[in-house]
C-alpha cells in the first residue's frame, strides 16, 4: 500500500484522474475530493447529499459531478464552484461529456439532460423509469444510455430518438462501444409468470435503417360534435419494415401504440369528439426498431350542431312564399 484516504462515508464513487495526477471522487459524506498524487488533500467541496457516481473531467479541468441533492455541479480545477443545474431527482450517474462540451446527464425521474458548458439546459429526453446507466458517446455524436424501463436508448445530438433496443426488464449497467461499434450492456430479465430473474450481457450491432416516412390523414376536416368519423393513415418504410401508429385526436385522447401493419397498407381508425372546436390530429409511425417518423397534421372544426325546429320548417314547407324573411334565415343557418 503506498497511502489510503479516510472520508466520513462510504466511497461508491469511482475515482477520475487529470493530466497533472489529481484525483477526484465523491463519498457520502456530500464532499467531492480533490487528492494530490501522495494521497494529500488538495481539496475538497461540499454539496447537499451524499455523491455516489464518479466525476467527470472537461477538457478545461473543469470537474462535473452529480449530488443526490437533486444537482450537477461544476467544480473548478481550484475547488471553486463554476455552476449548478438541478436535475429534477437524486443522480449517480458519471456524466459524459462530448468533443464540444457538452454534458449529459441522467437522473432518477428518467430524464437525460444535455447541458451546455456554461450549465444552461439544451434539452431533456424523457425515458420510462430511473436512469441509473452513464452515458456513452460514438464518434459521430450518439448519445447511448440505458434505462430501468429495460431500454437502451439512442439519441442524437439534438435530443430526438434515433432507436431504442429491448433488453425486456432493468438496466442499470452503462453502456461501452466497440472499435466497430458494437454496444456492449447488461440488463436483467424477468421471464413472465416467474420467480427468478437472469442477467445477460448483450452485443448489439448497429443496422442500417431508415426510419419512416410522415403519415398521411385524409378524413373529413369538419363536422358535428358526437358522431363518429373515419381517418385513413398510411406511411411507407423504405426499408420494408411493418409500421405502428400512434393517433392523438388533440382533446387529450389518443390511441397509443397500434399495429405493427404492413407499410404502405392503409389503416383506418375513428374518433367521436365531445365538444366543439378546432383540433389537430398528429400520426406518428414506427418501424420494427423503433425508429419513429415525423408527426403527420390535419386540423379538423367540430361546431355545434345545428338547431332543428320541425314546426317551422313543415309551416315553410306548406306555405313557401308566405315567410321570405324565415325562408332566407333557415337557408343561411
Same mark, same amino acid.
Given at each position: 500500500?503506498?497511502?489510503?484516504?479516510?472520508?466520513?462515508?462510504?466511497?461508491?464513487?469511482?475515482?477520475?484522474?487529470?493530466?497533472?495526477?489529481?484525483?477526484?471522487?465523491?463519498?457520502?459524506?456530500?464532499?467531492?475530493?480533490?487528492?494530490?498524487?501522495?494521497?494529500?488533500?488538495?481539496?475538497?467541496?461540499?454539496?447537499?447529499?451524499?455523491?455516489?457516481?464518479?466525476?467527470?473531467?472537461?477538457?478545461?479541468?473543469?470537474?462535473?459531478?452529480?449530488?443526490?441533492?437533486?444537482?450537477?455541479? $461544476?467544480? %473548478?480545477? +481550484? *475547488? @471553486?464552484?463554476?455552476?449548478?443545474?438541478?436535475? =429534477?431527482?437524486?443522480?449517480?450517474?458519471? &456524466? $459524459?461529456? %462530448?468533443? +464540444? *462540451? @457538452?454534458?449529459?446527464?441522467?437522473?432518477?425521474? =428518467?430524464?437525460?439532460?444535455?447541458?451546455? &458548458?456554461?450549465?444552461?439546459?439544451?434539452?431533456?429526453?424523457?425515458?420510462?423509469?430511473?436512469?441509473?446507466?452513464?452515458?456513452?458517446?460514438?464518434?459521430?455524436?450518439?448519445?447511448?444510455?440505458?434505462?430501468?424501463d429495460g431500454y437502451l436508448y439512442a439519441l442524437n445530438p439534438n435530443g430526438t430518438l434515433r432507436w431504442k433496443f429491448d433488453a425486456g426488464d432493468n438496466m442499470e449497467s452503462s453502456p461501452v462501444i466497440g472499435e466497430d461499434g458494437t454496444i456492449y450492456i447488461a440488463a436483467q430479465f424477468e421471464p413472465s409468470g416467474g420467480n427468478s430473474s437472469y442477467t445477460f450481457l448483450y452485443a448489439i450491432g448497429l443496422i442500417n435503417n431508415t426510419r419512416p416516412s410522415t403519415p398521411t390523414i385524409d378524413g373529413t376536416t369538419s363536422g358535428n360534435i358526437k358522431q363518429n368519423y373515419d381517418y385513413t393513415i398510411v406511411s411507407n418504410d423504405p426499408d420494408g419494415n411493418n409500421v405502428s401508429y400512434y393517433v392523438n385526436w388533440g382533446d387529450g385522447i389518443n390511441s397509443g401504440w397500434i399495429g405493427p401493419y404492413p407499410s404502405d397498407d392503409e389503416q383506418t381508425v375513428s374518433h367521436i369528439w365531445s365538444k366543439k372546436g378546432t383540433y389537430t390530429i398528429q400520426v406518428k409511425a414506427k418501424d420494427n426498431y423503433s425508429a419513429e417518423s415525423e408527426w403527420g397534421t390535419l386540423s379538423v372544426t367540430m361546431p355545434y350542431k345545428q338547431p332543428h325546429f320541425p314546426f317551422l320548417n313543415w309551416l315553410l314547407d306548406r306555405f313557401p312564399n308566405a315567410f321570405p324573411i324565415l325562408r332566407y334565415i333557415t337557408l343561411f343557418q
Open positions: 500500500m503506498k497511502w489510503r484516504y479516510f472520508t466520513g462515508g462510504p466511497i461508491l464513487s469511482s475515482a477520475a484522474i487529470d493530466d497533472n495526477g489529481i484525483i477526484y471522487f465523491g463519498s457520502h459524506d456530500m464532499y467531492l475530493y480533490a487528492l494530490y498524487p501522495n494521497g494529500t488533500l488538495a481539496w475538497r467541496y461540499k454539496t447537499s447529499d451524499k455523491i455516489k457516481g464518479p466525476p467527470s473531467i472537461g477538457a478545461d479541468g473543469t470537474i462535473y459531478v452529480c449530488s443526490w441533492d437533486h444537482y450537477l455541479y $461544476a467544480v %473548478a480545477p +481550484d *475547488g @471553486t464552484l463554476k455552476w449548478k443545474v438541478s436535475t =429534477g431527482d437524486a443522480a449517480e450517474t458519471s &456524466p $459524459a461529456i %462530448a468533443e +464540444d *462540451g @457538452t454534458i449529459y446527464v441522467g437522473s432518477y425521474n =428518467g430524464l437525460l439532460f444535455s447541458i451546455t &458548458p456554461d450549465g444552461s439546459e439544451n434539452w431533456r429526453f424523457q425515458t420510462g423509469n430511473g436512469i441509473y446507466s452513464s452515458p456513452t458517446i460514438d464518434k459521430y455524436g450518439i448519445i447511448y444510455c440505458g434505462s430501468d
